[in-house]
């Protein structure tokens, strides 16, 4: 299995500030790479699918990018509502694994 | 309106079996495939398998294989996932998502797949 990896695993951030999150795959994974948040007590909502393909619908203050082995989640201006759970998932190989996590919350 | 639609949460006994459900709606449910997520408590996404509907061909994760079934039944446009007997560590929120595929050309033609509809959760709690 294609292991994958995120950083930070959490972080405190304010209302405007830019965030980067970082995830990694332990081999190769072109750009089959997704992104999707989850709140508290909500199913999982895709954001970006092949590595930077925003979906649509998703305001564009998220972006992806990446390819190979390192990929990132960026929100050029953090709004309430981002405050959630970020995971990255391959789609390259099965079984689809998802990285652990990355919890975002207000400063 | 594009929906997946689950089935309520569970409550039982190790030894037990369950079958849990997901009924697609607003879209050619034998088009997508339909994967199982499982999320245990305070924990991160699990990704189980998936099944095509149109011919209810399934992969899995050697994680799960064994452990549980995923099946699916087109006439009613609803799939489904069940064990035989559960343990109090399939403790958990399952979540069916739908599997859809995208082309892009380059060179060649490249396929991207990621889950872009997904259903609120099947709750299944084991305790005895």
């Known amino acids: 299995d294609i292991q994958m990896t995120q950083s930070p695993s959490s972080l405190s951030a304010s209302v405007g500030d830019r965030v980067t999150i970082t995830c990694r795959a332990s081999?190769?994974?072109?750009?089959?790479l997704n992104w999707y948040q989850q709140k508290p007590g909500k199913a999982p909502k895709l954001l970006i699918y092949?590595?930077?393909s925003l979906q649509s619908g998703v305001p564009s203050r998220f972006s992806g990018s990446g390819s190979g082995t390192d990929f990132t989640l960026t929100i050029s201006s953090l709004q309430p509502e981002d405050f959630a759970t970020y995971y990255c998932?391959?789609?390259?190989?099965?079984?689809?694994?998802f990285g652990p996590g990355t919890k975002v919350d207000i400063k | 309106e594009v929906q997946l639609v689950q089935s309520g949460a569970e409550v039982k006994k190790p030894g037990e079996s369950l079958r849990i459900s997901c009924k697609g709606s607003?879209?050619?449910?034998?088009?997508?495939?339909i994967s199982w997520v499982r999320q245990m408590p305070g924990k991160g996404l699990e990704w189980m398998g998936r099944?095509?509907?149109?011919?209810?061909?399934?992969n899995y994760s050697p994680s799960f294989q064994g452990h549980v079934t995923i099946s699916a039944d087109k006439s009613i446009s609803t799939a489904y996932l069940q064990w035989s007997s559960l343990k109090a560590s399939d403790t958990a929120m399952y979540y069916c998502?739908?599997?859809?595929?995208?082309?892009?050309?380059?060179?060649?033609?490249?396929?991207?797949?990621?889950?872009?509809?997904w259903g609120k959760g099947t709750t299944v709690t084991v305790s005895s």
């Open positions: 998502a739908r599997r859809r595929r995208i082309a892009v050309a380059g060179g060649a033609i490249y396929y991207y797949y990621y889950m872009d509809v």
């Open positions: 607003g879209y050619s449910f034998t088009s997508y495939w």
């Open positions: 099944i095509d509907p149109s011919d209810s061909y399934t």
């Open positions: 081999q190769s994974i072109s750009s089959y």
């Open positions: 092949a590595a930077s």
């Open positions: 998932q391959q789609s390259y190989s099965t079984p689809g694994t």
